[in-house]
C-alpha cells in the first residue's frame, strides 16, 4: 500500500501537482508530515531538483514579465510610479475616473482618493472624470468618499459626465468643479426595472423611488436649486454644455486656453520673469510668457 503512493506521488503526470499539494499539508502543520518514510522524502527532493530548470525558467522570466505588466495598486504607486502614466499622475495627486462606474472600479478610485488624503489632506486632490455613468451604488460610495475626505477635491470634466458621473462631478468642492471647454454634462433620474411576482415588482419600484428621491436631494445640496427644481429637471435626459452646467450650478468654471490648472510649480526664475498685472489683464500672456532664452527650462 505504501509503495502504491510512493509511485503515484511520484508521477511524472501528477508529480507536481502532489508536491504541490503535500508542501500545503506541511505548511498546515509543521508536527504532521504526510511522508511515510524518509525515502519518499528523498525521492521527492529528486523530484523537485529535476524540476528546477522549469521553476528557474517561470522565475526569471515569465514570472518577471507578470510583475512587470501587473496593473498597479495605490499602495505601489508611489513606489513604482515611474512606470506607468497612472503611477506619474498619483504622484501629483491626479486620479482619472475613465471607465463606467463598476464596484472594482469604485474600490480602485475610493483607495486612491483615501491614500492621498492620508499623505497630505493640506493639498488638493484632481479628479478627472471622463465617464459615461455606471452602477449608482457604487458611485454613492465614490461620492461619500469624496465627502469624507479632508482635502479639497477638484473634479474637471471632459468628454463626458453623465448620469451617475455627474454626481460625482457636482460633488466636487465647491469652486474647484470644472469642465473642458468640449465637455458634455447630462443628468437624469436613476434607471431601473423589475420581474416576478407582484410583491417583488413593488419593492424595487420602491427602492427606484428612494434612489430618485436620494439623487434629487443630492443634486438639490450641490447646486443650490430647489428639490421641486432639480425633481422636474431630471425627469429626462437632460444635456448640458460646460456654461449651461456652470449656470445651473453643477460645476464653478470652465477651463479653456486662459484658465488652466499647472500641473507642477513654477519655478522662481520663471515667476520672476513676469509680470503679474499684465497677466491679469491678459490671461493669454502666461500662456507665452516672455522668457530669455537662457532661463527656459
Known amino acids: 500500500m505504501e509503495s502504491l503512493t510512493l509511485s503515484t506521488c511520484l508521477s511524472p503526470h501528477h508529480s ?8 500545503s499539508l506541511h505548511k498546515l502543520s509543521p508536527a504532521f508530515s504526510p511522508y511515510p518514510s524518509r525515502k519518499t522524502s528523498l525521492s521527492l527532493k529528486s523530484s523537485l531538483t529535476s ?31 515611474g512606470a506607468d502614466a497612472m503611477g506619474l499622475l498619483f504622484r501629483e495627486r491626479i486620479v482619472f475616473l475613465g471607465n463606467n462606474i463598476d464596484d472594482f472600479f469604485a474600490d480602485a478610485i475610493i483607495s486612491q482618493l483615501l491614500l492621498l488624503d492620508a499623505i497630505d489632506s493640506t493639498k488638493d486632490i484632481r479628479l478627472f472624470i471622463n465617464c459615461p455613468g455606471g452602477s449608482l451604488s457604487a458611485t454613492m460610495a465614490i461620492f461619500d468618499v469624496v465627502q469624507l475626505v479632508r482635502a479639497d ?24 468643479r470644472y469642465a473642458m471647454p468640449n465637455t458634455r454634462i447630462m443628468i437624469h433620474q ?16 420602491r427602492e427606484i423611488m428612494h434612489n430618485k428621491d436620494n439623487v434629487t436631494k443630492i443634486f438639490s445640496n450641490c447646486t443650490g436649486r ?7 429637471d431630471i425627469d429626462r ?22 484658465s488652466i490648472i499647472p500641473l507642477m510649480p513654477v519655478p522662481e526664475r520663471v515667476k520672476s520673469t513676469l509680470n ?7 490671461p493669454k500672456k502666461f500662456l507665452n510668457p516672455d522668457i530669455p532664452d537662457d532661463e527656459i527650462y
Open 16 to 23: 507536481s501537482f502532489n508536491l504541490h499539494h503535500t508542501t
Open 276 to 282: 503679474y498685472q499684465e497677466i491679469m489683464a491678459d
Open 51 to 81: 524540476h528546477q530548470p522549469t521553476l528557474k525558467i517561470l522565475s526569471d522570466d515569465k514570472l518577471s514579465l507578470l510583475l512587470a505588466s501587473a496593473p498597479q495598486t495605490p499602495g505601489t504607486a508611489m513606489a513604482g510610479a
Open 190 to 205: 436613476p434607471l431601473g426595472g423589475a420581474s416576478g411576482q407582484a410583491i417583488d415588482v413593488e419593492i424595487q419600484a
Open 237 to 258: 435626459d437632460r444635456y448640458m454644455s460646460p456654461i449651461e452646467a456652470v449656470e445651473y450650478g453643477l460645476i464653478d468654471g470652465v477651463i479653456d486656453r486662459d
Open 226 to 232: 430647489s428639490y421641486e427644481q432639480v425633481q422636474k
Open 153 to 176: 477635491v477638484s473634479t474637471v470634466a471632459l468628454g463626458i459626465s453623465a448620469s451617475t458621473a455627474s454626481i460625482v462631478l457636482a460633488g466636487g468642492t465647491k469652486g474647484k
